[in-house]
């Protein structure tokens, strides 16, 4: 008979799956080191009528990162790797081109951190080709890493300076354990993070997976779910990883036990605390990142986590080390996944621990005699590059403060139009004027965002929890005033 929190989980994926439709959706809870329960919906392939089981295998994506970065810190343990060495030392198979002959070499730390310099997208070409140029069709011939750069990898700003997400730090992380170890990717991780895991249904290679099980995925077009072709993925340590809600619990548990569970382990424990800790932060009052991680402050419990998306696929994986609790979950085809499986699957989460939902706050009172120094238009540093897609797509041409009826509002400069028509800035800190919130469109839930105002020899900043970028107000002379029609607005110093 199923708990009361069995019981309680089972009717929250209910209402999920109420709001968001999946052809087929696995969520497993985590707890006293095992998987304390499982709940499926739908199918995993609809001509065939096949439910999603605990043996159905999905494909879980940029949760491939973490399985990379924990074999970059086995090589570090084996004292083979240096976090702060720069990536070139190890790299065989390509190079590293910096973006300037004066800029600092891009070390394994800010590959690990995403803040290697390197674009979203590269090749350049990828931006005219399907997924970016990034996979292949199924059974066509899969490019090495040294092939599809051709030699080199080129960076496109000063390691260090700048946050992007990108596959391609990550997929290098993977051509170096290659290079180390002298073993390829797939064997390496197979025989020192999989099989010590006891992860015996998960892999890097198609090939590998026993077709019978594995999800079908699916896009939800205007007529229904449209299977989409099989496919292979190129940057290999960064996204190509197949697993199944069982495995992925085995992996929780020694993220949760400190490297450690059941069947054997994979780090030390200190490794697995540096790799929690962290280590790119925008702002100290934000989690920032890990190695490889993302961090969360959930109601005072420490939590990491890693989506996975890689459509029509989307998984999300979840842990609380302090709390020994963690979840995992999986869709093969839904619409908005990138956005809504995080928000949907951290509410769990949150039940699970006890906390409430992360919310605006209507207790903080607005402080309305610092609006002055927010408002302007806020700009990424650096150069703008086509091939920063996520990145173009989210922030467009900037970022706009700016008061409207009332209320301090921020808008993205965005072709997005719900980005475009910007969302209120909640106050989140009674002792903080300058941390807020906002409620993201379509309850994918919330994030906070922090000013540092300006000084004598710096612009005002804004900072951005999750995707954790900063941007500079690039005009900081304003003055509030009042509208013809009442509203009030922020005006420009002549």
Not at 123 to 136: W, Y
Not at 175 to 192: A, M
Not at 456 to 462: K, R
Request: one cysteine or more; hydrophobic letters at 40%.
């Amino acid at each position: 008979m199923p708990t009361t929190e069995e019981t309680d989980v089972r009717t929250r994926v209910g209402e999920i799956l109420n709001r968001r439709p999946a052809v087929g959706f696995a969520l497993g809870v985590v707890r006293d080191g095992r998987l304390e329960s499982f709940t499926a919906h739908g199918v995993a392939d609809i001509a065939s009528g096949r439910p999603v089981t605990a043996d159905t295998v999905f494909r879980v994506g940029s949760i491939t990162k973490t399985f990379t970065a924990i074999a970059v810190m086995q090589l570090r343990e084996q004292d083979l790797v240096e976090l702060d060495a720069p990536v070139n030392d190890y790299l065989r198979a390509y190079r590293l081109v910096p973006a300037d002959a004066a800029h600092r070499p891009a070390t394994v730390r800010h590959l690990l951190t995403h803040t290697g310099g390197i674009s979203e997208q590269v090749p350049r070409s990828g931006l005219l080709r399907p997924n970016f140029g990034e996979t292949v069709a199924a059974g066509e011939p899969l490019p090495s890493l040294a092939e599809y750069y051709r030699g080199a990898l080129r960076l496109a700003a000063e390691p260090g300076t700048r946050f992007r997400y990108t596959d391609h730090g990550p997929a290098t992380l993977g051509q170096l354990v290659s290079d180390v170890s002298g073993l390829p990717l797939d064997r390496y991780l197979r025989e020192s993070v999989f099989d010590p895991l006891g992860m015996t249904d998960t892999t890097m290679l198609r090939s590998e997976v026993d077709r019978s099980r594995l999800a079908t995925g699916y896009r939800l077009g205007r007529h229904g779910p449209l299977e989409v072709p099989a496919f292979d993925y190129v940057p290999a340590g960064a996204g190509a990883a197949f697993s199944t809600a069982p495995d992925m619990a085995r992996y929780v548990v020694a993220l949760l036990g400190g490297g450690t569970n059941e069947h054997g382990s994979v780090l030390r424990p200190e490794s697995l605390v540096e790799m929690f800790s962290p280590q790119y932060r925008s702002d100290p009052r934000l989690p920032g990142l890990g190695l490889a991680f993302w961090r969360l402050d959930d109601g005072g419990h420490p939590v990491v986590e890693h989506q996975g998306v890689i459509p029509p696929y989307f998984a999300q994986i979840f842990a609380a080390p302090d709390d020994g609790v963690g979840l995992v979950a999986f869709t093969n085809g839904t619409r908005g996944g990138s956005t809504w499986l995080a928000a949907e699957t951290g509410a769990v989460l949150d039940a699970l621990l006890g906390v409430p939902e992360p919310t605006v706050r209507t207790d903080v009172p607005q402080r309305p005699e610092v609006w002055a120094e927010l408002c302007g238009r806020y700009v990424l540093p650096g150069p703008a590059t086509l091939t920063d897609v996520r990145v173009r797509g989210v922030v467009g041409a900037g970022f706009e403060v700016r008061v409207r009826r009332g209320r301090l509002v921020l808008r993205s400069l965005s072709p997005v139009p719900a980005l475009y028509r910007g969302f209120v800035l909640h106050p989140d800190d009674d002792a903080d004027p300058f941390a807020f919130r906002v409620e993201l469109p379509g309850g994918s839930g919330s994030l906070r965002v922090v000013f540092s105002p300006a000084s004598p020899t710096a612009p005002a900043t804004l900072h951005l929890d999750g995707m954790p970028l900063t941007a500079h107000r690039r005009s900081p002379g304003v003055r509030l005033r009042r509208r013809q029609g009442g509203s009030d607005g922020p005006t420009r110093h002549a």
